[in-house]
Nanobody, 119 residues
């Protein structure tokens, strides 16, 4: 079983910064950080940032230049550095891990961490 826990959310003023962390733990042979999603109040979730093949990263247009995703494989941890935050960034942020990139891989998600950006 794998546990995924996000942290680092909170209340911040517009223009401020936050760094989200997400750690996966448990009994598993391998765990791969996949990226971060968010769900704004009353809206569907969206992919914010992800790791792509070859170690590259991908971002939704709305956060490009402001958010940076990173990972520490040795610690089974991934991060989301968020700067120049805007009220529209307010959402519950979830991180995603997967045991394998193959079709047999199992997905794991945390319960999320709330980010609230005041204007």
């Amino acid at each position: 079983q794998v546990q995924v826990v996000e942290s680092g959310g909170g209340l911040v003023q517009a223009g401020g910064s936050l760094r989200l962390s997400c750690v996966a733990s448990g009994t598993v042979l391998s765990i791969i950080p996949m990226g971060w999603y968010r769900q704004p109040p009353g809206k569907h979730s969206e992919l914010v940032a992800s790791f792509t093949a070859g170690g590259r990263t991908n971002y939704v247009e709305a956060v490009k230049g402001r958010f940076t995703i990173s990972r520490d494989g040795a610690k089974n941890t991934q991060y989301l550095q968020m700067t120049s935050l805007k009220p529209e960034d307010t959402a519950v942020y979830y991180c995603h891990f997967r045991t394998s990139l193959s079709a047999e891989g199992i997905d794991y998600w945390g319960k999320g961490t709330l980010v609230t950006v005041s204007s």
